[in-house]
């Protein structure tokens, strides 16, 4: 069935009044510098001991008093019930904080009062805001209290060292006056094994409530579902059991499970979703978010995971069924992995999808290029009506890296094994094979570190797991030991200034990266990431390099330029999830500013790329030059943006392919290709070829398609001289093999 076109994408910026919600909504630790020292985490039901950091004294109940209007002041501390404090979660991150002698009282602004010098005294808990807290994490692990109602700071007035002064509210200033430690002293505290993962990583497990955790899902939500070029970045981390919750997935968020199999977390009521209500119904603008390892068991019987580019899910289980678009509103390409779905998937308004080691119960839906590869249950062969391609079994992969919670509450990193012709999910007979990394063997980046931080540790031989935030890179992060793996959370983002590579690796085996967003900087760059240095040759066969959801961008948040985003010159690399994309849309982009020539180049030998996407290049988004390369779903827009043709010739051709297969490969294989075209600068733009490969035997394209989006501009050919066109006439043209 004819599709209209998708929509121009624009850009939409997050509105201050999300911002202001983010911060009233309680978490404004989250957008708090990281911690260089280990805070405790606040934790509610725990007993804490709160130290100014200006005197080393104690806050202190005068004479342990339980009486209302008992005034609240520092003394040396000498381990009373006067000096220990309980804290008990309300909602949005904010605290009640009680005496240990009496849990009814709480700290309390006397008459509500937002004024500076305003006493804190003890008063029975009334749910009243002028009653509640939030303790704002700060570089030093500490913390300063802000108050709910007055959003002032607890302050030891004058900082005053002295025993009986009381404490007071004051306008924050980030005085040492306003920062105070805390000392566990009952209840649960953080295991062996636990990292500080910054203040932008929020983990909850099932003896939270409800609503608290909603409260915080949503403020983050409201935040983050438009926050389209934002600097933002956040992981959401459920440790195993059940929760009664509804979890929206907006820009920049990651919900993870922590168990080791996806069903040892379930999200229960609402469930997991991403929708695209802030845009209309519209997804094609919903990138750059993750859902993975847990089950998902709404209470609608469905899940909605309306997404476009650089969303995967991975490890999921389903207890219903799910749709890929909302309501019939647009969406563009999406990946599935190693996920099962109970019911049916319906793609809906998807125009390209790809489904890797999964199973489900039933799929309907189709449009333009639907590619399942390895999938239990998944339809037959059809292209090109229905445009269904199907590939019995994945012939190599392993799956992401995984953090989780092992049984005595410590954190690791789980590592799958390598597979080879496997079909279904890694999970559905038992535990997936791999081997657990404990998170002692990681160095924990945070968004302050530099790259000679980063590579120190690396050196030390610590593997690397990022904390979300924007990492600025002076220099190249380098990964030279085998088998290090790279784990970014939060959609973490290593952006490359002053012209520099962001992340390089050495010809080594068996490195994995997974979960990074390459950001290019205003200063052009070669190559964002580089796997292995130019003339690389050796064999990795036995344990090759796995590149999961790995993503690039060239402006859009602001001007950027890189001539490569991603360049394979090791043997036997496999990419599993690629979305590498020229911005159409956003800050700093035109045909001179974001500037970009290609988006993958492949030297290497044997490698194979699954869900690859790249958009927008001016020159070939894809070159492939390595012998041995396979393609299984590829989805490419060529640039909107040429001013007019002669600045967009290949020598005597109209433009570049989108995927070129270079003249002196022998042996190459791809099998469902998407390229569209929408040149809405100047309408008679031409491409002569969407691909172009050499004719050789050992060269096999299957299932291709080409779209004039909405007859705006013209694809003459779809590989070399042979199908097509697509344009204002005939908008889509299909080829099921070439030769």
Sequence with gaps: MHKAPRLRRRNVAVAGAAVSALVAGGLAFAMSPSASAAATPVTSGTTYTVTNANSGKCVDAKAAATANGTAVQQYA??????????????????????????????????????????????????????????????????????????????????????DGVQLQQYTCNGTAAQSFTLSANGGSTPPPGTPDLGPNVLTFDPSMSSASIQSQLDTIDN????????????????????????????????VLGLGQSPNDTTINGGGVNSDAQWFGGNATQNFWRSVENLTDNPSSGTTKWAVSQASPMR??????????????????????????????????????????????????GSNWNMVFVGDTNAPATSFPSPPYTTVAQTPTIAEKPYLYVDSSGAYQVFVPSDQTNSSGTTWAGGQTPGTSLPISQFYIAKPADTAATINAALASGKNLLFTP???????????????????????????????????????????????????????????????????????????????????????????????????????????????????????????????????????????????????????????????????????????????????????????????????????????????????????????????????????????????????????????????????????????????
Aim: net charge negative; with cysteine.
């Design 315 to 364: 490890r999921v289980h389903v207890k219903g069924n799910m749709v890929l678009d909302d309501n019939g509103g647009w969406s563009s390409g999406g990946f599935l992995g190693d996920s099962q779905v109970d019911g049916q998937v319906n793609s809906g308004s998807q125009q390209q999808w790809l489904s890797r080691n999964d199973q489900w119960g039933s799929w309907t």
């Design 469 to 739: 935030g924007v990492y600025h890179l002076t220099d190249t992060i380098r990964i030279t030991r085998a088998d290090t793996v790279v784990l970014g959370l939060g959609l973490a983002t290593l952006e490359a200034d002053n012209g520099v590579t962001a992340m390089s690796t050495a010809d080594v085996s068996g490195v994995r990266i997974g979960g990074l967003l390459f950001d290019a900087g205003t200063t052009n760059s070669p190559v964002l990431l580089q796997v292995g240095p130019t003339g690389s040759g050796a064999d990795h066969s036995a344990d090759p390099t796995v590149l999961s959801d790995v993503f690039a961008r060239i402006g859009g948040a602001a001007v950027g330029k890189a001539s490569v985003s991603v360049q394979v010159n090791s043997n036997n690399v496999v990419g599993d999830d690629f979305w590498l994309w020229r911005a159409d849309h956003g800050s700093g982009v035109g045909w001179t500013s974001n500037t970009a020539a290609n988006g993958l180049v492949v030297n290497g030998a044997n490698v194979t790329m699954y869900g690859l996407a790249a958009e927008h290049y001016q020159n070939y988004a894809v070159l492939w030059n390595g012998n041995g390369g396979r393609t299984y779903f590829l989805q490419n827009e060529l640039p909107y943006d040429p001013p007019n043709q002669s600045s967009w010739m290949n020598g005597s051709t109209n433009g570049y392919a989108a995927y070129k297969v270079a003249a002196g490969v022998t042996s190459h294989e791809g099998w469902g290709l998407g390229v569209y075209c929408y040149f809405n600068v100047n309408n008679s733009i031409v491409a002569d070829h969407a691909i172009e490969v050499p004719n050789t035997s050992g060269v096999k394209l299957h299932d291709m398609v080409t779209v004039s989006l909405g007859g705006v501009g013209t694809i003459s050919h779809i590989v070399n001289s042979t199908g097509g066109p697509s344009n204002s006439g005939n908008s889509v043209a299909k080829l099921v093999n070439y030769p």
């Design 77 to 162: 501390c000498n381990g009373t019930t006067a000096q220990q404090w309980t804290f008990t979660a309300t909602s949005g991150g904010y605290f009640q904080v009680g005496s240990a002698g009496s849990a009814a009282q709480v700290w309390d602004v006397t008459n509500v009062s937002t004024a500076d010098s305003a006493l804190i005294q003890l008063w029975t808990y009334g749910g009243g805001n002028n009653q509640q807290w939030l303790p704002v994490a700060e570089s030093s692990g500490g913390y300063h209290f802000v108050n709910r109602n007055s959003g002032k700071c607890l302050d030891t007035p004058s900082a005053s060292t002295a």
């Design 223 to 254: 935040a983050q579902q438009s926050n389209q070029f934002g600097t933002q970045r956040y992981a959401l981390l459920f440790k195993p059991g059940s929760y009664n919750v509804s979890v929206n997935v907006g820009y920049y968020t990651q």
